[in-house]
C-alpha cells in the first residue's frame, strides 16, 4: 500500500522538474558577427555604449536579441559594468565576456567589437567548411548504403526467386551474390541499428568524441596536422586579442581555453597559465612543458618575451596557422572527396552486381529450361 508521503513526493517532485527553467542558449556565431560590427561602428561613432544598444535592437527581426539588448542597456543605465551586463543574461560565452571587459577597461570597447567580430567570423568561414568536408559525404554515403540493402533486401530476392521458379542452379558469381544477399538480409537491422547508436553515442559523449579523434589523428597525420592548426589559431587569436586591449597574460590563456573547451587544449592551457602565474617560469617553458602546442609556438612565444613583442609574435602566429589550416582543408577535403568517390563506386557496383549479374549469367539457363 502506497503512503500519503510517497503520493506526494511524487507530485512535487514531478512539478519541480516541470517547473526546472531552460538552459540558455548562447546566440549563433552569425548574429553575434551581425551584433558585433554593429555595435563597433555605432561605438566608433562616438555613439555610446547604451544608445547603441537601443538603435541596433529596435526594430530587429532577432526578438531573443533584442531582448537581450534591452536588459543589457536597463543594467548598464542602471550603473552596472558591460561586461557583466552582457554575462547576465547568459547568451555570451566567457571568451567574449572576457573581451568585453578587456575594451572597457581599457576604453577601447569600440576595438574589442570590431576584433570579436572578425574572430567569429574567421571561426564560422572554417566551420562552415569543416561541415562541408564531412557532412556532404557523409550523407552520400548513408544513402548509398542504404541503396545497397535495399537491393540485397528487396531486389537480390525477387531474381532468386524468379531462378528458382525455372529451375536453373545459380553456380560461380552468382552463387557467390545470393549468398551476400543472405548474409545482408540476416545482418542488416543490426548493422542499421548499431550504426545509429554509434552515432547518438559520439554526437552525444564529448569523451568518447575524443578518443575516436585522438586515435585517427594518430593513424592519419593530415587530419592531425588540420585539428591541431584549427586548435592553436583559436586560442592563440583569442589570447592576442585578449592580451592587446590589457588583459593580463595569465587570465588572458584561462579565458582563451574556452575557446577550445572539450579538447585537449583546455586542460593544458589552464595548467600552463597556472604554472606561468605561480610558479613564475617563462609563457614559453610553460607552453613546452604542458601543453601540447607545436614547437613553433613555444619558439615565437620565447622570442616575443626575450624582445617585449609578445603582441606581434601572437599576431604573427594567428596568420600563420589561419594559412597553414587553410591549406590542411582544402587537403583535407580533397581526401575526403576522394575516398568517398571509392566508397560511392564500390556500393554501386555492389548494387549492379548483386542485382543484375545473376539475370546476365543465368540468362542462357532459363532460356534452355524454357526450351
Not at 551474390?177 to 548499431?194: D, N, R, Y
Request: hydrophobic share 50%; aromatic share 8%; with cysteine.
Amino acid at each position: 500500500m502506497t503512503s500519503p508521503a510517497a503520493t506526494t513526493t511524487a507530485p512535487k517532485g514531478l512539478l519541480a522538474a516541470l517547473n526546472k527553467p531552460a538552459k540558455i542558449k548562447e546566440f549563433s556565431k552569425k548574429d553575434l558577427v551581425d551584433l558585433f560590427r554593429g555595435l563597433g561602428s555605432m561605438l566608433r561613432a562616438q555613439i555610446n555604449t547604451a544608445d547603441a544598444l537601443k538603435y541596433y535592437g529596435h526594430g530587429l527581426p532577432n526578438k531573443a536579441i533584442a531582448d537581450a539588448l534591452v536588459r543589457i542597456r536597463e543594467d548598464i543605465n542602471m550603473g552596472m559594468n558591460v561586461h557583466e551586463a552582457f554575462r547576465r543574461t547568459g547568451r555570451f560565452s566567457e571568451t567574449i565576456v572576457g573581451l568585453i571587459q578587456a575594451g572597457s577597461d581599457a576604453g577601447q570597447l569600440h576595438h574589442a567589437f570590431q576584433s570579436l567580430a572578425s574572430r567569429l567570423k574567421s571561426e564560422l568561414f572554417f566551420q562552415k567548411q569543416i561541415k562541408k568536408a564531412t557532412i556532404t559525404p557523409g550523407v552520400i554515403i548513408c544513402v548509398l548504403v542504404g541503396a545497397f540493402i535495399v537491393s540485397q533486401v528487396k531486389i537480390v530476392p525477387q531474381v532468386e526467386e524468379m531462378l528458382n521458379g525455372v529451375g536453373a542452379k545459380p553456380d560461380g558469381m552468382t552463387a557467390i551474390s545470393f549468398k551476400v544477399s543472405h548474409f545482408t538480409q540476416a545482418t542488416w537491422p543490426i548493422f542499421v541499428c548499431s550504426a545509429i547508436a554509434i552515432a547518438v553515442t559520439i554526437a552525444r559523449s564529448s569523451h568518447v568524441r575524443n578518443l575516436i579523434l585522438g586515435f585517427v589523428m594518430s593513424k592519419w597525420r593530415l587530419l592531425r596536422l588540420l585539428i591541431m592548426s584549427l586548435g592553436q589559431v583559436t586560442f592563440i587569436s583569442t589570447i592576442q586579442l585578449l592580451h592587446s586591449n590589457g588583459i593580463n597574460l595569465a587570465k588572458s590563456i584561462r579565458v582563451s581555453a574556452n575557446s577550445v573547451r572539450n579538447t585537449p587544449f583546455y586542460n593544458e592551457l589552464r595548467t600552463a597559465a597556472d604554472k606561468y602565474e605561480h610558479s613564475g617560469v617563462p609563457l614559453s617553458t610553460a607552453f613546452a612543458k604542458y601543453t601540447s602546442v607545436d614547437a613553433q609556438v613555444t619558439h615565437m612565444l620565447a622570442i616575443g618575451e626575450k624582445s617585449a613583442s609578445l603582441d606581434a609574435q601572437l599576431g604573427m602566429l594567428s596568420e600563420m596557422y589561419e594559412e597553414d589550416l587553410q591549406n590542411h582543408m582544402d587537403a583535407f577535403a580533397a581526401a575526403i572527396s576522394f575516398v568517398v568517390l571509392l566508397i560511392a563506386v564500390s556500393l554501386i557496383a555492389a548494387v549492379f552486381v548483386g542485382t543484375f549479374l545473376p539475370i546476365f549469367l543465368m540468362g542462357p539457363k532459363m532460356m534452355q529450361s524454357g526450351i
